[in-house]
Structure formats: C-alpha cells, structure tokens
C-alpha cells in the first residue's frame, strides 16, 4: 500500500529565510506527487504538482523517485507563506493518499 | 468561479444517532472524493466515485457508514449509528479525472468541510 510521510509537524523559519518541507513516500507504481496548502480560515488548494514542473508563490518541488521523496522548497520565506502544507500521492489507479501535514510558521 | 459546495458546515449529534452530509462537486468534474480529517492528521480517503460508481472504498467503515452519488453528480455520505469517534472534518473534493494523454487532470478541488461533533 501507498504511504505518504512528512516527519515536521511543526517548521518554523524567520522571513527571508530558505524554508523545505519535507515528503517521503512509498509506492511501487509510478506516482502522482502533489502539494496542498491551506492558509487560515481557507479551504485546502493544490500549489503545484510534480508533472507540471512549475514554481507557484517561489515554491519548487522536485520528484526524487532515487530518494522517493517530493520536498517543498523556497529560498526566500514570506510571512503570508504561514499556513499547512500537506504532501499528497495519487496512484496509477488514482487513488489519493495524503500525509498528515507540516505547519508552516514565518516569523517576521 | 465555480467551488465545492457542502452541507452543513456544522454538525452535533448524539451518539447512536445518524447524520448525512451533502456535497454538490464543481460541475463536470468526474470523480467526487469523500475524506475523514481528525485533528492532527492528514485526510483519510473514505470513498471515491468515478462519476456514479465506487471505485474505491476501502478505508470506508461499511458496518455504519454509506455513500451514494446516484446521478454521478451531488453525493451524500452517512452514518449510522454515530460514534464517538466519528468526530472529525469531513471533506469533500472533486475532480475533472484524467483528460488528455500526457496531461493530469487529478487536481483535487476541495470543498469547506462539515464539522461533526459526536456526544
């Protein structure tokens, strides 16, 4: 079965600072990789995902399948990125699995 | 812009009792998601829908919890009887599902939540 594991609950960086949150996974298949954020008061939103190769809000992610591993990276954190980041796998037959989140806090 | 509608955003019942929500997916989208969030952690597919059928509901307590999308469109899901236990957010997300070759469309929309509290 598909896993999806952040080891920080909690990540707190000051502003300006690089920031990464990390995501490991398991899966035999070849995989989906996702980026969900959810700011306060705010309903869960995608920020980017592996296919697309893009940098969302200075947020990059790249797919290690060596490592299995979709870290979240930014070289300059914001005091707006605060908020809960959850990494999210879906599988070949588009199944969903989601870790359980790592809380962003920048401080100023 | 079109979102994930669900009801209601709160709920409190006695244990024993049953309980449904409802959730009304952003119009075409394909695949409706049903996800069980306790506090702390991070959702937990309950039940998965490609337009009316269930394809996967593995994790979905059977014994007391139902869900159904009739037309492949809006989509209830039930519970009875509620435990203590069951208290958590239930969210619901949509998805337009796989287009075009090469391309994803697996973007989850995801809807506000309903707060349930078990007492």
């Known amino acids: 079965a598909q896993r999806v594991t952040q080891p920080e609950k909690l990540l707190s960086v000051f502003k300006g600072a690089p920031v990464e949150l990390k995501c490991n996974y398991s899966?035999?298949?070849?995989?989906?990789l996702f980026w969900y954020v959810q700011y306060s008061r705010q309903r869960l939103q995608l920020l980017l995902r592996?296919?697309s190769r893009e940098s969302i809000k200075g947020f990059t992610a790249d797919l290690n399948k060596g490592e299995t591993s979709f870290h979240l990276k930014k070289p300059f954190a914001q005091e707006e990125d605060s908020a809960m980041y959850y990494c999210?796998?879906?599988?070949?037959?588009?199944?969903?699995?989601f870790g359980d989140g790592t809380t962003l806090t920048v401080k100023p | 812009e079109a979102e994930v509608a669900q009801s209601p955003r709160y709920k409190i019942t006695e244990k024993s009792q049953a309980v449904a929500f409802w959730c009304d997916p952003i119009?075409?989208?394909?695949?409706l998601y049903w996800y069980r969030q306790i506090l702390g952690q991070g959702p937990e597919l309950l039940v998965q829908?490609?337009?009316?059928?269930?394809?996967?509901d593995s994790q979905l307590p059977k014994d007391r919890f139902s869900a159904e999308r009739l037309k492949g469109v809006d989509s209830t899901l039930k519970i009875q009887p509620a435990e203590l236990g069951d208290s958590a957010m239930y969210l619901c997300?949509?998805?337009?599902?796989?287009?075009?070759?090469?391309?994803?469309?697996?973007?989850?929309?995801f809807g506000p939540g309903t707060r349930l509290t078990v007492l």
């Open positions: 119009s075409g989208h394909a695949t």
């Open positions: 999210a796998l879906n599988t070949n037959a588009g199944k969903s699995t």
């Open positions: 829908f490609q337009d009316e059928s269930v394809v996967d």
């Open positions: 997300a949509s998805s337009l599902a796989k287009g075009l070759a090469g391309m994803s469309y697996n973007e989850q929309f």
């Open positions: 592996h296919i």
């Open positions: 899966y035999s298949g070849s995989p989906e």
